[in-house]
């Protein structure tokens, strides 16, 4: 009897261990922070959208117009934790018009990593771990006329995931959707995956222009995927599909994806890497 009352009073203590360690290991933000690099960054002022909990900004001026010829990078970089992430990042950014990345965190000082490259840096993130934040980049050759960013919490371990909406003008045409998603994982049901979703479809809604949607979906089981896959169709946003498909998987679903509307999809690939513990997307697109 003293010896089980001895092994529970241990499973306890190891417990509230636990989550002491955790709870002064993380730090949840009340909102997302978001960092912006650009030539110009105090051009942006808060505007009052018609998105259920997006907080969105918008140039006070007019900014460049995006090419319609656009090479898009699309990689999980799993914070940097794994050998050579950094001369990878550097190679595949070198022609890239777009590069979008989830699990970038604050140690790997991504937008000045680029800044040679792309000149424009969109990072938000929602909480940090033993003082390193991570979220989601956007990072770009041009800066964007306006943005939103929204989060929503793991529904267990309340580690809120990011999503950030970016839109860039066009010469004559209309503009550019571009929405890099990090989507909540540990949830066996779909409350808050489809809240985050469905969230940035409401900008999806009211787009007029091409859209390319991208990031790490952790579309595990097919219910997630199921439900994926009929938004896009309800959008009319197209899968796009790889010659070699080489991405993440996890019980034979793949977490990474990317939809467009009113974009041809010149080439799509997959690069196997060992510097993430995914595999970063390249595309090459033609806005129409």
């Known amino acids: 009897m003293n010896k089980i009352k001895t092994i529970i009073l241990s499973i ?74 950094k001369p990878e990042l550097e ?18 000082n991504i937008a000045q990593l680029l800044s040679p490259i792309l000149s424009t840096s969109l990072y938000a993130r929602a909480y940090s771990y033993l003082n390193n934040e991570s979220g989601v980049n956007t990072l770009s050759k041009v800066a964007p006329i306006s943005y939103c960013v929204g989060t929503e919490s793991e529904p267990w371990i309340q580690v809120p995931k990011v999503g950030i909406a970016t839109e860039y003008l066009r010469a004559n045409q209309p503009p550019l959707l571009v929405i890099n998603l990090h989507l909540v994982n540990f949830e066996w049901n779909l409350n808050n995956y489809k809240i985050q979703v469905e969230r940035m479809f409401q900008i999806i809604n009211e787009h007029q222009g091409p859209i390319i949607l991208a990031g790490d979906f952790n579309t595990w089981n097919h219910h997630r995927l199921s439900l994926i896959r009929g938004l ?51 595309l090459q697109l033609s806005l129409q």
């Not at 319609?68 to 970089?77: E, F, G, R, S």
């Not at 190679?91 to 790997?108: C, I, P, R």
């Not at 998987?249 to 010149?266: A, I, Q, T, Y």
């Open 12 to 85: 306890f203590a190891l417990i509230s261990l636990v989550i002491i360690y955790l709870f002064y290991s993380f730090d949840l933000y009340d909102k997302p922070k978001i960092s912006l690099s650009s030539a110009n960054p105090e051009i942006y002022y808060p505007v009052v959208a018609n998105y259920d909990r997006l907080l969105c900004y918008q140039a006070k001026t007019i900014t460049p117009p995006f090419p319609n010829k656009v090479n898009v990078l699309v990689w999980n970089i799993h914070k940097g934790e794994d050998q050579g992430w």
């Open 91 to 108: 190679k595949l950014a070198q022609d890239m018009d777009l590069v979008l990345l989830q699990e970038a965190s604050t140690t790997q």
């Open 232 to 282: 896009a169709e309800k959008y009319q946003l197209k899968e796009v599909g790889y010659t070699n498909d080489v991405r993440k998987r996890f019980m034979g679903n793949p977490l990474d994806h990317v939809f467009v509307r009113g974009v041809k999809v010149e080439e799509a690939k997959v690069i196997n890497t060992e510097s993430s513990d995914h595999n970063p997307l390249l």
